[in-house]
């Protein structure tokens, strides 16, 4: 049976007294984690929950983290990770939409994981994943573990769901992805001859844990057997230093991450003799950051991954080799994965011939199983087993796919998929505002930044600070606007009503490589 428990007795069998955590000076090997994440899923079990039932993490990265992601589905439960950067709403919406029981937190959010608690009907159970005293109102986990004995694995596995992952929702909420065993599985083996791991890498997650592109990383390395070393969140100095001290060989970053380790001095002295690879993803890398990074560190390898929450998340990979051939590949996505196909369509869904633009459509055992208690949109994005991405592409006569537009209504900034009605909703509430639209223009640090188009009613005023204020008390602070262009003249409409985006980006973009992130 394929599922994310036998990943862990799999690795505890290879390479049992190898290194599989590290973390702020905590260290466990292969079959220690297995112990403590089959103890731990004992725990689980005392909770009075039922076979499928949602446990939800609320924390920075940690070697817990880690652990919990195992345990919960070692328990036969489903893991509802949620965004570190989201507002107390977001998440509030997100435990409420999926049922969750049993909310996992650790210092960083032990206010807002209390006020949760007690506001959130469903959610019975806190349990605690710090080192400091736990609160009165929450179960420790370092206790649990310590008082229980292991549980035998679940045997849910294969196509049963393993986790909702949340991402931003075209109607202003966010949309649980719902993704099996299978699916997570399958994409770490598509990834895992690029990514090059072995049994002796070391693997920094230094991207948040919750995010799909760790989870590809992290899958990988632990069906290598190799060694996880965490840091809690992304710092360029704190990166440097691991990077040489742990001897680290394998790492994920989204470009804006990338770019600013480089642009620290310790770049230069740093000692990275070790790292081999370098996984990007989540919007390309800038030409200038690119060649920066080659000219810095010449002999480590870049490889680039493409994908969406829906695919559990990779679809394609430009490898190392292609980054060091060079030339227009660089402006590619890469080719699918082993276990991607892909394919070209127009409106009417007909395949599109090689270099014509069109929607790019995905199929494989990396799809998701659909939107939770969401049809309408699950229809809308699934059908006949293909995955409609929302992104518009084309494949060049050597099989390598460009992505030139985004037919989905999404900002991609710093790596975050911000949904523009999302957005739209909170500075359409502010009540000078008669209509907005909200776009994604060139950021040089972050790929792309949130920009707000606003027509306000007329008598009223109000100002670009105001407004941003005005949305920062309704969403997390990446999908803020970072600009606002006030406008007299009606937004660009199609013969639909609809606006007309592609042409309020055209003077932003025009010249670019790229005409999207």
């Known amino acids: 049976m ?132 736990c609160p009165e109102w929450a179960e420790p986990s370092e206790a649990l573990i310590a008082s229980n004995k292991p549980a035998t694995p679940s045997s849910r596995g294969g196509d049963d769901m393993a986790g909702i992952f949340y991402t931003g929702g075209t109607t202003g909420f966010p949309k649980g992805v719902m993704q099996s065993h299978r699916a997570i599985w399958a994409s770490a083996i598509g990834a895992i001859p690029e990514f090059q791991m072995t049994q002796e890498s070391r693997y920094l997650h230094v991207a948040p844990m919750f995010h799909m592109a760790d989870f590809a990383g992290s899958m990988g390395a ?21 990077l040489a001290v742990e001897g680290v060989t394998h790492t994920l970053m989204v470009p804006s991450m990338i770019k600013m380790v480089l642009n620290h001095p310790d770049s230069v002295t740093t000692d990275c003799s070790r790292l081999e690879v370098v996984l990007y993803g989540a919007s390309p890398m800038p030409k200038t950051t690119l060649q920066q990074f080659m000219e810095r560190w010449p002999e480590v390898g870049l490889a680039q991954a493409y994908g ?39 409106e009417e869904g007909n395949l599109c011939p090689t270099g014509v633009c069109g ?13 939770w208690d969401k049809p309408e949109q699950t229809e809308k994005t699934l059908k006949d087993g293909w995955i409609y991405t929302g992104d518009a592409g084309r494949f060049d006569q050597d099989g390598f796919l460009y992505i030139v537009d985004r ?3 999404m900002v991609i900034t710093g790596g975050e998929n911000v949904f523009t009605t999302e957005v739209e909703n909170a500075v359409g509430s502010h009540p000078a505002v008669q209509d907005v639209s909200v776009i994604g223009i060139p950021h040089e640090e972050w790929g792309e ?16 600070e105001e407004i941003i204020a005005h949305c920062r008390e309704r969403i997390a602070g990446y999908k803020l606007p970072k600009s606002i262009t006030f406008r007299d003249e009606p937004l660009p409409l199609s013969g639909a009503g609809k606006v007309l985006k592609t042409e309020l980006r055209k003077p932003y973009w025009e010249g670019l490589d790229r005409q999207v992130n």
């Open 449 to 464: 930044a949130v920009h707000a188009i606003v027509i306000l009613v007329p008598g009223q005023t109000a100002t670009e």
């Open 308 to 346: 969406q929450t829906e695919l559990a998340p990779i679809v394609t990979m430009l490898s190392v080799l292609d980054h060091r051939i060079g030339g227009a590949r660089l402006h590619s996505a890469g080719r699918p994965t082993p276990v991607s196909d892909i394919r070209i369509v127009d």
């Open 2 to 133: 394929i599922n994310l428990q036998s990943m862990i007795t799999r690795a505890a069998g290879l390479n049992p007294a190898g290194v599989a955590t590290r973390f702020m000076g905590r260290e466990h090997n292969w079959s220690q984690l297995e112990n403590r994440i089959a103890r731990f899923a004992t725990a689980l079990g005392t909770l009075g929950l039922k076979e499928g039932d949602r446990v939800a993490i609320l924390s920075l990265n940690s070697d817990r983290y880690y652990e919990s992601v195992f345990a919960i589905p070692w328990a036969g439960l489903c893991m509802v990770p949620l965004n570190t950067r989201w507002a107390l709403a977001e998440n509030s919406y997100a435990l409420s939409d999926s049922g969750t029981k049993v909310l996992l937190f650790d210092d960083a959010f032990m206010d807002q994981a209390g006020k949760l608690l007690f506001e959130i009907d469903d959610l019975s159970t806190a349990i605690y994943l710090g080192d400091k005293e």
């Open 222 to 242: 632990t069906l290598r057997a190799a060694s996880n070393i965490i840091v809690a969140s992304f710092d360029a100095a704190q990166t440097l230093e691991t």
């Open 407 to 409: 037919v989905k209504d």
């Open 359 to 371: 929607e790019v459509t995905v199929r494989g055992p990396h799809a998701m199983i659909g939107y």
